[in-house]
């Protein structure tokens, strides 16, 4: 029988509770338990896969092709266990099926209501995720405690209980504990009146997670413990970690919280070990060797847009041995500036997956310097079509070369939508989305990397490489070195003498974990850092 932990959040939002949840899930899995990750997000839209990154950083992809929140992100790269499409459920969602159940008839002339229909329908999504492969569900509610939006979520959460048996499910509670300088102390109040909401709910959490910026003295623990009616060792603290958010679950297991929750569950667990993530945390922090990698973007501010990719060159980069700083592009800035101006100096440019056409000739301009200055480059779904047109504008000599994402008249569509796309007309969930097989040529650097012939990863697009480009590509030094196994579709170009340039048409950011990292990644790092020595 599997048993529940709640993660709920209070005071503020971006107190870091998908890391939280996600290195409780690492913790637990180190001790022999199997765990899948689930996050509830509380607003209207039936999946972030609509939404502008401003509104919610990236979207995550799944294997089985589900557009999620990007905490599945981090669940997937503490535990390595994989998410799947009932491990995001939005409010929007659930209303989706109530109201596709009221229209069948499936209520019976019930009068549909929040309580119980909308509570049942979240606790059953709850339960979707159990398998018999499964001991410990780790259930994230999205936004703060207080807001309208996740009232429901919490009824939901505290009939689930009365429901599955208070010893099988486990609350944490995770808030924000300020430092105020002028005063030189830290303030519980908000913690206490954040548990306060929640125990007018009902729920009285098991476990309190403080984020803080300094430690937590025995005083304020007690007090914690005190006013919140929870036990102070299960006062626990977030300190903000110096190096790498990978450093959060070595904080957590120094104050054994993975025990606390296994004896509050009931469960028997073995010894932890956490001998591969302390390594990989050791080489992140004493990598001497330095590298700058440009992300040429459209959202070069927001760091939550290419989270998974600012995480992969992370990965890549403790594999390699060296320390990766980010530099921030703008796509734009290039237009107005020039690629040189901005650009140079850098280790590697990778422009990553986007939509539409602001900043795209940038993109193409910081193409054009990577393949003329041989600096790896390394393009990502967006990123492969911006390295195919640069080609064909300046090499094959079609300056009107373009996608017609942007440009629906070109003579020379060398990217352009894919046939199954063409009769689509709704935006959700419509994308060719999840993970596909990929053949990888014969003699082909991706082949090396990989070190396999056949590999799977993860899509999200509409539009694709123009198959009746192939022969001038191909004559002119790109090779198509990835194709889909009915031959129809090129995944991977990379560029023949040159030192690394590789344009991918899937997303290989979502698979890679810092204790196994990408391939790709890896190899684009290696040969970042390699062209960094030589300048
Ligand atoms: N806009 C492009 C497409 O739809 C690329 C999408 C992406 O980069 N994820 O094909």
Redesign the pocket.
């Known amino acids: 029988m599997a048993k529940f932990i709640f993660v709920t959040g209070g005071v503020v939002s971006s107190l870091g509770k998908g890391i939280t949840a996600a290195s409780i899930g690492l913790l637990l899995k180190s001790r022999g338990l199997r765990v899948i990750h689930q996050k509830f997000d509380p607003y209207l839209n039936v999946d972030p896969g609509t939404m502008n990154p401003y509104q919610h950083g990236e979207v995550y992809v799944t294997d089985d092709g589900a557009e999620t929140d990007l905490d599945l992100g981090h669940y997937e790269r503490f535990t390595g266990a994989k998410t799947n499409k009932n491990c995001n459920f939005t409010s929007g969602r659930i209303y989706d099926s109530i109201i596709k159940k009221e229209r069948r008839g499936d209520y019976l002339g019930a009068t549909v209501q929040v309580v119980p229909h909308v509570t049942a329908e979240i606790c059953d999504s709850i339960r979707s995720v159990v398998t018999p492969e499964v001991d410990v569900v780790i259930c994230e509610i999205g936004g703060t405690v207080g807001d309208i939006e996740s009232l429901p979520f919490l009824e939901a959460l505290r009939l689930f209980r009365a429901d599955e048996g208070r010893t099988n499910c486990f609350f944490i509670h995770v808030t924000l504990v300020p430092y105020l300088h002028m005063a030189g102390e830290v303030k519980t109040k908000p913690t206490q009146h954040s548990v306060g909401r929640l125990r007018e709910i009902g729920i009285i959490p098991d476990m309190i997670v403080c984020r803080t910026e300094v430690r937590l003295d025995k005083d304020v623990r007690k007090k914690i413990s005190l006013f919140c009616n929870v036990d102070e060792e299960a006062v626990v603290e977030a300190i903000d970690v110096e190096n790498t958010i990978y450093e959060l679950p070595l904080e957590f297991a120094a104050q054994d919280i993975d025990t606390i929750i296994i004896d509050g569950l009931g469960l028997r667990a073995g010894r932890r070990n956490l001998r591969a993530w302390r390594d990989y945390v050791d080489r992140t922090i004493n990598a001497e060797q330095k590298v700058e990698i440009a992300i040429v973007g459209k959202y070069c501010e927001l760091i939550d847009a290419y989270k998974s990719i600012r995480e992969s060159l992370h990965h890549g980069g403790a594999a390699a041995g060296a320390r990766v700083s980010i530099r921030s592009v703008s796509a734009e800035e290039i237009e107005e500036k020039g690629a040189k101006a901005i650009l140079a100096g850098i280790g590697g440019i990778l422009v990553?997956?986007?939509?539409?056409g602001r900043g795209v000739e940038g993109k193409i301009l910081a193409v054009k310097y990577a393949r003329e200055n041989k600096i790896p480059y390394f393009g990502?779904?967006?990123?492969m079509?911006m390295a195919v047109i640069e080609l064909a504008r300046n090499v094959l000599k079609l300056p009107d070369a373009d996608?017609t994402?942007n440009n629906p008249n070109s003579k020379n569509p060398v990217?352009h939508l894919?046939e199954e796309q063409k009769k689509v007309m709704n935006l959700g969930g419509t994308?060719?989305l999840g993970a596909f097989p990929c053949d990888l040529a014969k003699g082909s650097l991706v082949r090396k990397t990989y070190g396999k012939d056949q590999i799977s990863e993860r899509?999200?697009?509409?539009?694709?490489f123009n198959n009746d480009y192939r022969k001038q590509f191909e004559d002119a030094g790109m090779a198509l070195s990835g194709i889909s196994p009915n031959g129809m579709l090129v995944e991977i170009v990379e560029l023949k003498g040159h030192p690394w340039f590789v344009g991918v048409q899937f997303?290989p950011e979502f698979k890679s974990r810092p204790i196994d990292p990408h391939p790709l990644f890896r190899d684009f790092v290696a040969a970042s850092v390699k062209n960094t020595r030589q300048e």
């Not at 990553?352 to 539409?356: D, H, I, M, T």
């Open positions: 990553p997956g986007g939509f539409g990502i779904c967006y990123g079509h996608t994402e990217i894919m994308m060719r899509h999200r697009h509409r539009y694709e997303h």
